[in-house]
């Protein structure tokens, strides 16, 4: 991922969500202007009005303007985001040309594809030509083939073969992430050769916080870290003072991986070699955030059960399709609960304070059965779980689940008895609450483990609708153990 600053770069940290508001109470405004203009003039000369609503949108266009061109690409990216279809492409209008590949870059899926669909083959071709060979391999996919095409003839040589293997490896390998601006030295030069070597660049590629060491046959050898080559005396060799045990990573690793080493040990810059160690790239840590933050992302719309990332300002047929496939599969739950309840429609009509006690158990465990997948599925992103200690952990979730049952269930069958003292039911109520929410979070703590690690074994998303399967059996099984414990007992 590049980032390019703007002439007039803010700093602030706020300027993003600050510029937002701004554009937004602008729109706001321009509103209102729009129709006093059109019912001023549907009172008066209808020959002016056509020149009167021109004036207005160029006066509004002047106002957009400065507050669009001052803004980082990242902040551009964050607005565009935040506004409605219409907006939004008046608002890519103001961003200067040389900084549509910039933006384009920024952007999320969806609202990405929302712009390069209503961009004319000329103005795709344009962007994309601004893009580097790895962001542009990257977003081939969405892009015309024709255009994708057009880039890669007026390419170099060496850039082709970049594209080439970039687009070679599966999505969510390294391969697919790395970065082909890299500073490569050999191991048998000065410290002075290769400061001179570092001055002949205009500028350094972002993240270089060291140059990689190769062979003439660019196997990687090491690395030299900057603050090496900067405090070493200039006539030192580098392989006096190289790093030869650095983190190298595999072509078709995976990325998220790639993404916890770099945050295992505090990585800026990391090389990528091929299967016979040969230096083909390196991955940076803009690139990680990226994955982290994609990542984690996923997992929560997995979690719902939404199928893919959604435009917040999709269409709302768009939106509604997303949402379908769990919705159904929780509406066929529902039902199957529905006939649980209705199996003990005697023992309600019996009990009728079943009926108000019943969410109780049904909610509490849903809460325990969520934070402990939310808890697996952390874990398993991060690679802590592994055959050798998920009986350890599981045992744990049940001990866990148990011992708050236990506790929980006590005060709110204590509640309930209360509640309904005065009934011939009231203690029996009490124990029937404390054993039903026992039964009930031992078995959300059962699913919260089983349902991830099941997922992840069949190489799936462990949080892949996990919330919707949880809430399943927490409802539907809360309410057997609540009403056929009620049955036993009364």
Same mark, same amino acid.
């Given at each position: 991922?590049?980032?390019?600053?703007?002439?007039?770069?803010?700093?602030?940290?706020?300027?993003?969500?600050?510029?937002?508001?701004?554009?937004?109470?602008?729109?706001?405004?321009?509103?209102?202007?729009?129709?006093?203009?059109?019912?001023?003039?549907?009172?008066?000369?209808?020959?002016?009005?056509?020149?009167?609503?021109?004036? %207005?949108?160029?006066?509004?266009?002047?106002?957009?303007?400065?507050?669009?061109?001052?803004?980082?690409?990242?902040?551009?990216?964050?607005?565009?985001?935040?506004?409605?279809?219409?907006?939004?492409?008046?608002?890519?209008?103001?961003?200067?040309?040389?900084?549509?590949?910039?933006?384009?870059?920024?952007?999320?899926?969806?609202?990405?594809?929302?712009?390069?669909?209503?961009?004319?083959?000329?103005?795709?071709?344009?962007?994309?030509?601004?893009?580097?060979?790895?962001?542009?391999?990257?977003?081939?996919?969405?892009?015309?083939?024709?255009?994708?095409?057009?880039?890669?003839?007026?390419?170099?040589?060496?850039?082709?073969?970049?594209?080439?293997?970039?687009?070679?490896?599966?999505?969510?390998?390294?391969?697919?992430?790395?970065?082909?601006?890299?500073?490569?030295?050999?191991?048998?030069?000065?410290?002075?050769?290769? !400061?001179?070597?570092?001055?002949?660049?205009?500028?350094?590629?972002?993240?270089?916080?060291?140059?990689?060491?190769?062979?003439?046959?660019?196997?990687?050898?090491?690395?030299?870290?900057?603050?090496?080559?900067?405090?070493?005396?200039?006539?030192?060799?580098?392989?006096?003072?190289?790093?030869?045990?650095?983190?190298?990573?595999?072509?078709?690793?995976?990325?998220?991986?790639?993404?916890?080493?770099?945050?295992?040990?505090?990585?800026?810059?990391?090389?990528?070699?091929?299967?016979?160690?040969?230096?083909?790239?390196?991955?940076?840590?803009?690139?990680?955030?990226?994955?982290?933050?994609?990542?984690?992302?996923?997992?929560?719309?997995?979690?719902?059960?939404?199928?893919?990332?959604?435009?917040?300002?999709?269409?709302?047929?768009?939106?509604?399709?997303?949402?379908?496939?769990?919705? +159904?599969?929780?509406?066929?739950?529902?039902?199957?609960?529905?006939?649980?309840?209705?199996?003990?429609?005697?023992?309600?009509?019996?009990?009728?304070?079943?009926?108000? !006690?019943?969410?109780?158990?049904?909610?509490?465990?849903?809460?325990?059965?969520?934070?402990?997948?939310?808890?697996?599925?952390?874990? !398993?992103?991060?690679?802590?779980?592994?055959?050798?200690?998920?009986?350890?952990?599981?045992?744990?979730?049940?001990?866990?689940?148990?011992?708050?049952?236990?506790?929980?269930?006590?005060?709110?069958?204590?509640?309930?008895?209360?509640?309904?003292?005065?009934?011939?039911?009231?203690?029996?109520?009490?124990?029937?609450?404390?054993? +039903?929410?026992?039964?009930? !979070?031992?078995?959300?703590?059962?699913?919260?483990?089983? %349902?991830?690690?099941?997922?992840?074994?069949?190489?799936?998303?462990?949080?892949?609708?996990?919330?919707?399967?949880?809430?399943?059996?927490?409802?539907?099984?809360?309410?057997?153990?609540?009403?056929? @414990?009620?049955? @036993?007992?009364?």
């Amino acid at each position: 991922m590049r980032v390019v600053n703007t002439t007039a770069q803010m700093r602030d940290p706020e300027a993003g969500p600050h510029a937002l508001e701004e554009i937004q109470s602008l729109f706001h405004r321009f509103r209102v202007e729009t129709d006093l203009v059109h019912r001023e003039q549907l009172a008066g000369d209808e020959s002016r009005r056509g020149l009167v609503e021109q004036l %207005v949108a160029r006066q509004q266009l002047a106002s957009l303007m400065p507050k669009v061109r001052d803004l980082h690409v990242a902040d551009m990216a964050y607005v565009l985001e935040g506004l409605p279809l219409e907006q939004r492409m008046l608002i890519w209008s103001l961003v200067p040309d040389a900084l549509h590949a910039n933006v384009m870059v920024e952007l999320g899926e969806p609202v990405r594809a929302s712009l390069i669909e209503r961009m004319s083959r000329e103005a795709l071709l344009h962007m994309a030509q601004g893009l580097d060979t790895d962001d542009l391999a990257a977003m081939a996919a969405e892009l015309p083939a024709d255009v994708v095409e057009r880039v890669r003839q007026g390419l170099t040589i060496e850039e082709r073969e970049q594209l080439r293997t970039a687009m070679s490896y599966p999505e969510d390998t390294v391969g697919a992430r790395m970065d082909f601006e890299m500073v490569t030295i050999r191991d048998d030069v000065t410290l002075e050769v290769v !400061l001179r070597y570092l001055r002949r660049f205009d500028d350094l590629p972002d993240h270089t916080d060291q140059v990689f060491v190769v062979d003439r046959k660019e196997t990687l050898q090491g690395g030299l870290p900057i603050t090496r080559l900067l405090v070493h005396e200039p006539e030192t060799l580098v392989a006096d003072v190289m790093c030869r045990d650095v983190l190298s990573l595999n072509v078709f690793d995976e990325a998220i991986d790639a993404a916890q080493a770099f945050q295992r040990y505090d990585l800026v810059s990391a090389p990528v070699v091929d299967e016979t160690g040969r230096l083909v790239g390196r991955l940076t840590v803009s690139e990680v955030v990226d994955v982290i933050q994609e990542e984690s992302g996923a997992d929560v719309l997995a979690q719902a059960g939404l199928r893919e990332e959604e435009d917040l300002f999709a269409s709302v047929w768009a939106s509604a399709r997303n949402r379908w496939l769990w919705l +159904a599969l929780n509406l066929c739950t529902a039902f199957f609960a529905s006939r649980v309840i209705g199996a003990f429609e005697g023992t309600i009509e019996r009990v009728v304070a079943l009926a108000a !006690l019943m969410p109780i158990v049904a909610g509490i465990a849903g809460n325990s059965g969520n934070q402990t997948m939310t808890l697996f599925i952390r874990s !398993l992103a991060m690679g802590q779980v592994n055959a050798s200690n998920v009986r350890r952990l599981l045992a744990k979730e049940l001990s866990i689940a148990g011992l708050n049952g236990l506790v929980w269930g006590a005060v709110a069958g204590g509640f309930a008895w209360l509640l309904y003292a005065d009934t011939p039911h009231g203690p029996l109520l009490g124990l029937v609450m404390v054993l +039903a929410i026992i039964l009930n !979070l031992l078995l959300g703590a059962l699913v919260g483990v089983l %349902v991830p690690l099941t997922l992840d074994r069949m190489g799936r998303d462990p949080a892949m609708g996990s919330s919707v399967l949880l809430t399943f059996t927490t409802d539907s099984m809360g309410f057997l153990f609540f009403l056929g @414990l009620a049955t @036993l007992l009364f």
